[in-house]
């Protein structure tokens, strides 16, 4: 944008500003999502920070509006909640800076708004959440991102990694459902179920244990390999007997399970059998 090298944030906040307020003011259309969309007064309603939201609803001659079906709540007196709590639970804000209500396009006695405008409900699989009784509650989701900001994982490898529009725990649980199970089972996988994104969600979604569930439905759907069933089959049949996890030294163990699990060891470093079992270990400590 050919500013100075020495410019401020603020500095180059305006100069963003001057460029980008032009281009809102001659845009043909504006293309907004919605964070609720109001059943008693047939409105949606945007909160954001930044305020282009509520440009793009009020500049351009349309205004397109994309929002996912969950988002409807019955009145407008919910936002008394919903909007304090999406904002504490975001960014520790008491309230966002722009909340917007919109109920159409400008009327015959108004000055300002767009001439048209369109609301688009998006399903995109949001119904096939709903279908399960297990999986419904991740519908409740307001996308405050607390459980982005707490999870782990996502604090190490960022949205990106995820390879999908929602990313963090609550878009592992529900792009598996919303965009094919076979095509991403494997973010719901890629979790230490610590807990952590239960502990902080603003609706008490119980994200960890839809973790496990999508664990369970993908295997239950019959998405793994044979070579993984039997891994496991074995790993059952000798983990239920004592004397077979008795069996063998640790190095022993190391060398037949580190050998077999190949795949499964492409991106994780080596198992490492203690020496001795942990029922080995008892009877020696208390052998008197
Ligand atoms: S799952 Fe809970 S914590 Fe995560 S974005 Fe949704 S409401 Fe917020």
Redesign the pocket.
């Known amino acids: 944008m050919g500013t100075p090298i020495n410019f401020t944030p603020e500095q180059l906040t305006l100069k963003a500003r001057e460029i980008l307020r032009e281009k809102y003011v001659q845009a043909e259309v504006g293309v907004t999502g919605a964070n609720f969309i109001i059943s008693d007064i047939g409105g949606i309603a945007v909160t954001e920070n930044e305020g282009n939201a509520r440009l793009s609803c009020s500049f351009p001659k349309t205004h397109i509006v994309v929002v996912g079906i969950e988002k409807m709540i019955p009145s407008v007196t919910d936002l008394h909640l919903f909007w304090p709590l999406l904002s504490t639970?975001g960014t520790g804000q008491k309230i966002t800076v722009y909340n917007t209500i919109v109920t159409g396009p400008r009327q015959e006695n108004e000055v300002d708004g767009p001439e048209e405008m369109y609301v688009i409900l998006l399903d995109n699989g949001r119904t096939n959440i709903l279908q399960n009784p297990k999986q419904r509650e991740s519908l409740y989701?307001?996308?405050?991102?607390?459980?982005?900001n707490a999870c782990p994982i996502y604090k190490n490898i960022g949205g990106h990694a995820y390879g999908a529009t929602y990313s963090?725990?609550?878009g592992s649980v529900i792009t598996p459902n919303m965009q094919g199970m076979e095509a991403f089972k494997h973010l719901s996988f890629a979790s230490s179920l610590c807990g952590n994104?239960t502990e902080?969600?603003?609706?008490k979604?119980n994200?960890h244990e839809l973790l496990l569930e999508n664990r369970k439905e993908s295997v239950d759907e019959g998405l793994t390999t044979f070579s993984e069933r039997m891994a496991w089959k074995m790993w059952k049949i000798a983990s239920l007997k004592r004397s077979m996890m008795n069996m063998g030294s640790g190095n022993l163990k190391n060398k037949v399970v580190n050998g077999l699990f190949k795949d499964w060891k492409e991106k994780r470093s080596d198992l490492n059998f203690s020496p001795k079992t942990f029922n080995q270990m008892w009877k020696e400590r208390h052998k008197y």
């Not at 989701?141 to 982005?148: D, Q, S, T, Y």
């Not at 902080?200 to 609706?203: G, H, N, P, R, S």
């Open positions: 639970f989701c307001i996308r405050c991102g607390a459980c982005l963090g725990p609550i994104c902080v969600c603003a609706v979604i994200l």
